[in-house]
Nanobody, 120 residues
C-alpha cells in the first residue's frame, strides 16, 4: 500500500492550500483517514481525521479554518486549509487505517510528507 501526498507549498499568511493524498496498491478497506503535521523541534500531532462515514474531528488550533474530506471511490483524503498562519508551517503527513485483506488486522499507513510553509 502506498500513499502519495501532494499540494504543499509556500503561501503567505491568510492564504489557502489544499492537500491531497491517494492510497494505492493492495488494500481491502480503509477506515479512518487523517492528516498529521510535524514542525521543527516538535512532536507529530494529529490535525484532522475523518471516518469512513464522514464524521470529522480537528485539533483546536485549526477548527474553523481547515476542512477534511474524502472520496472513498478514489481512496483519497483532502485537507482544505484556509486562513493559514505562520504557526501552521510544518511537514504534513497523511495517514490511513486500513486492512489489506478481509481477515487482516487494521494497521496504519503513512504518506511521505509534504511541506507547508506559511510566511508572515
Amino acid at each position: 500500500v502506498q500513499l502519495q501526498a501532494s499540494g504543499g507549498g509556500l503561501v503567505q499568511a491568510g492564504g489557502s492550500l489544499r492537500l491531497s493524498c491517494t492510497a494505492s496498491g493492495n488494500i481491502f478497506s480503509i477506515n479512518d483517514m487523517g492528516w498529521y503535521r510535524q514542525a521543527p523541534g516538535k512532536q507529530r500531532e494529529l490535525v484532522a481525521v475523518i471516518g469512513r462515514g464522514g464524521l470529522t474531528d480537528y485539533t483546536d488550533s485549526v477548527k474553523g479554518r481547515f476542512t477534511i474530506s474524502r472520496d472513498n471511490a478514489k481512496n483519497t483524503v483532502y485537507l482544505q486549509m484556509n486562513s493559514l498562519k505562520p504557526e501552521d508551517t510544518a511537514v504534513y503527513y497523511c495517514n490511513i487505517k486500513g486492512r489489506r485483506t478481509m481477515l487482516a488486522s487494521s494497521r496504519d499507513y503513512w504518506g511521505q510528507g509534504t511541506q507547508v510553509t506559511v510566511s508572515s
